[in-house]
């Protein structure tokens, strides 16, 4: 797991909880930053996902050669 990884869960829960608040209080602004902040989270996540993969890719040829 990269930082990139764990970066963009926390940002997706934070995300997550501000969605929610917003929905309990009935802010339509605070639940738009949520889901913004929400699909970054995932969006970062997704990059560190990347990220890993190449990293295994290229142990994977390392260990070949």
């Known amino acids: 797991m990269n930082k990139?990884?764990?970066k963009g869960?926390?940002?997706e829960?934070?995300?997550k909880v501000q969605q929610?608040?917003?929905?309990l209080?009935?802010?339509t602004d605070q639940q738009a930053k949520g889901l913004a902040k929400k699909v970054q989270g995932?969006?970062?996540k997704k990059v560190?996902?990347?990220?890993e993969a190449l990293k295994d890719a290229r142990s994977k040829l390392r260990s070949k050669s």
């Open 42 to 44: 995932k969006a970062q």
């Open 4 to 6: 990139d990884q764990v």
């Open 48 to 51: 560190g996902d990347a990220k």
């Open 25 to 27: 209080l009935g802010s």
């Open 20 to 23: 929610k608040t917003g929905k």
């Open 9 to 11: 869960v926390i940002k």
């Open 13 to 15: 829960a934070e995300g």
